[in-house]
């Protein structure tokens, strides 16, 4: 049971470093592009094929270190591992990012976000516009940002585990 134990950790702790890794290198590309205020569907999907592939390396090297077998929650366990670790070296990445390499990302966002609420919904009053500012900058705290990146990847790390689990399942009685 222990020499079961081991692999794991060091899977999740090796493949959650190597998705965290990615992750910061992602947002460092994105970041010296420019493109830090202008990402769209194309630079979130980057992140989560990462995420989806690294991942299923990590189940698929857990399946060879258990004689190639793998339950759905051998392959959950190992897959939400994974994500967590990547997604906390994720957040530490972030906070450095918003307080000491660009102090101003928050301010520059909103600014960014208000400017295309003007042009996107004339409708829009001055008022509504400055309600939904505000919202934004309620949700937009360091520690609700984090828990919302922590949670965004543990879910998106529960789906990617479970696809991969049905893919690469092997019951031992086989």
Avoid: C, H
């Amino acid at each position: 049971m222990e020499n079961q134990q081991t692999p794991t950790k060091k899977i999740i702790l090796n493949y959650g470093g190597i998705l965290g890794i990615v992750s910061v290198l992602i947002s460092v590309v994105i970041y010296a592009l420019g493109m830090q205020y202008d990402q769209d569907w194309k630079t979130g999907s980057l992140g989560l094929i990462a995420m989806a592939v690294i991942i299923f390396l990590g189940i698929k090297k857990f399946r060879e270190f258990n004689e190639d077998n793998l339950s759905i929650g051998e392959a959950l366990k190992t897959g939400i591992g994974i994500a967590l670790i990547g997604g906390i070296i994720s957040v530490v990445y972030s906070f450095i990012f918003m307080n000491y390499i660009e102090p101003d990302f928050m301010t520059n966002t909103m600014a960014k976000a208000e400017i295309e609420m003007i042009e996107n919904f004339p409708q829009l009053t001055d008022e509504q516009i400055e309600k939904q500012i505000e919202m934004m900058k309620n949700f937009s705290t360091p520690a609700i940002t984090s828990a919302i990146a922590l949670v965004a990847s543990l879910f998106f790390g529960f789906i990617f585990a479970l696809i991969s689990g049905l893919i690469l399942k092997k019951d031992e009685n086989k």
